[in-house]
Each structure stands twice: as structure tokens, then as C-alpha cells.
């Protein structure tokens, strides 16, 4: 059994979609100061409704990754993703890096071949950024401790 594009399916969507924007710093927005999405910016990507209330078009904002095909290649191409389909195993499997770690998406868990595929490449890209992410931050600990330790102090009896 296949899974539909329902609610949840595009809420899940749109949550990937919107963290490989806020990991990606290469991604760039016109809004000031970030993405500015807000729940209603969903609602809007969702529906395409301009009604959303927050007043912004944020699908001239965020690409669409897990939704099309034509910006999920893209993806691909710009983090240098490898794309093997199985179709023995039904599944299809994007890999990364020289030690060839991937992520495997089955067809059955998608509405379509499309679908998963398009998974697999925004969750691949998740789990690369991610990584680059952790060993940025392992390779730059911060080194700002407090100057000052606040103590409990006595009170006097005077």
C-alpha cells in the first residue's frame, strides 16, 4: 500500500524542506532576517491560497525540494548526491560523501516512484548538512565561559 498526498504527508514535506533552508547557509532569501515563515506561510504552501495572512508569497521564497522534481534535481546536483534505484528491493538510495553514506527510501512509503526519490535526495541533503553542521562546530568549540561565577553569598548580621 502506497501512501496519499494528504495533510500530514505535505506538513512533513514542508518541515524538510524548511530545515535544509535553515541548515544550507548558501540559501538565500530577499526577507530580512531569515526565512520569516510562520504557520500560516504553511498554510499558504499548502493551498497556494494568498489568504494565508502573513502577507508574504513564500513559495518565491523556498524552493520546493521534496514537491519538484525539477528543484529536488537540482539539490542533487548542487550537493553532488549520488541517485541508485533498486527495483528488486523497491527502494531507491542517495549517497553522499567519499564513505558512501546514504539514505534509503522505499517506494511504498511514497505516493509514487517521484515521490520517494525526491525523499531521498532533501533527506540526504538533511543528513549531509547536518554532518558538515557538527563538525564545523566540533572543529570551532566556543571558548567564551563566564568571566564571572555567581556565588550564593552569606547575608551579614549587622
Known amino acids: 500500500m ?22 544550507d547557509l548558501r540559501v538565500r532569501t530577499s526577507m530580512p532576517g ?3 515563515l510562520s504557520i500560516d506561510s504553511n498554510v499558504y504552501l499548502m493551498t497556494g491560497r494568498a489568504d494565508s495572512g ?3 508569497r513564500t513559495s518565491e521564497i523556498m524552493s520546493k525540494w521534496r514537491r519538484d522534481p525539477r528543484a529536488a534535481g537540482a539539490l542533487a546536483i548542487k550537493h553532488a548526491l549520488n541517485i541508485k534505484h533498486d527495483p528488486d528491493e523497491y527502494s531507491v538510495t542517495v549517497g553522499y560523501g567519499p564513505g558512501r553514506r546514504g539514505v534509503t527510501e522505499h517506494y511504498g512509503s511514497h505516493p509514487n516512484r517521484d515521490a520517494a526519490t525526491m525523499a531521498a535526495i ?11 553542521r557538527d563538525e564545523a ?3 570551532n568549540p566556543t571558548r567564551s565561559k563566564p568571566s564571572r561565577q555567581h556565588v550564593a553569598r552569606a547575608k551579614s548580621k549587622t
Open 2 to 23: 502506497t501512501q496519499q498526498y494528504d495533510q500530514d504527508y505535505l506538513k512533513k514535506a514542508i518541515a524538510d524542506e524548511r530545515e535544509i533552508a535553515r541548515l
Open 34 to 36: 531569515g526565512l520569516g
Open 54 to 56: 502573513s502577507g508574504i
Open 122 to 132: 532533501t533527506r540526504a541533503t538533511l543528513q549531509k548538512l547536518t554532518e558538515e
Open 137 to 139: 562546530a566540533a572543529l
